[in-house]
């Protein structure tokens, strides 16, 4: 199976901490994406790195790729309550999408 | 807005009914799914159309049936599902499929309930 595994399955921390999540995955892939989806609501892309990157920045995420560990991390800086939600890495194997169970992130204001 | 819409976003069924849920892209994209995400589960691929064409079913039940008339639309027909269906599916559109840069689009999702 391609899925992503996300570690921890459940974070909460204070505002304005940093939130790191994990993915990890079983076979070669063409990139990898983080979404996040909101309670009952669909997914929203936020970040996409190939496979041939090692990081990449979006305003406050950050998110680091080892192909040779086959994981990836997915850094949120600063966070915010509205940072509220689940996030899943998925796995683009030339284009069959495959979700972990995600990440529940919380964050107390 | 993600430019997928999907309708309707909460349906109640019983077991010997009949229903559609419906999924509209208009992002111009060429390639559509459907996904069932259930509690504690990870999403499951459930069909990929891409031009139209269903390229991918993974093992999905037949009391699903897929139906996609052109490429802006994507249908799930229902009937005689049971109380283990109950969950969330979702509708996806990206560009295309292939080894290329594809982002996927997610519509909000149809809470489906089976009793």
């Known amino acids: 199976s391609q899925q992503g595994e996300e570690d921890p399955q459940a974070l909460s921390i204070q505002e304005g901490e940093n939130a790191t999540m994990n993915c990890s995955y079983k076979t070669s892939i063409n990139n990898l994406q983080w979404y996040r989806q909101n309670s009952g609501r669909g997914l929203v892309h936020l970040i996409l790195i190939r496979s041939n990157e090692r990081e990449k920045h979006s305003g406050r995420l950050r998110v680091t790729l080892d192909t040779s560990k086959k994981s990836s991390s997915l850094l949120i800086t600063a966070s915010r309550a509205a940072d509220t939600a689940s996030y899943f890495c998925?796995?683009?194997?030339?284009?069959?999408?495959?979700f972990g169970t995600g990440t529940s992130l919380t964050v107390i204001p | 807005e993600t430019g997928v819409t999907q309708t309707p976003r909460h349906l109640v069924m019983g077991m010997t009914n009949k229903k559609s849920l419906k999924c509209e892209q208009h992002?111009?994209?060429?390639?559509m799914y459907w996904y069932k995400q259930s509690a504690k589960k990870p999403l499951e691929l459930m069909f990929v159309?891409?031009?139209?064409?269903?390229?991918e079913n993974n093992s999905v039940p037949s009391r699903f049936s897929p139906e996609c008339p052109n490429s802006s639309h994507l249908f799930l027909h229902l009937h005689t599902l049971q109380p283990e269906d109950s969950a969330l599916y979702l509708c996806a559109s990206s560009q295309g499929r292939g080894p290329r840069l594809n982002t996927i689009y997610f519509g909000e999702g149809s809470w489906l309930t089976v009793v």
């Open positions: 998925a796995t683009d194997a030339f284009g069959q999408f495959y």
């Open positions: 159309y891409s031009l139209e064409e269903r390229v």
């Open positions: 992002l111009g994209h060429n390639a």
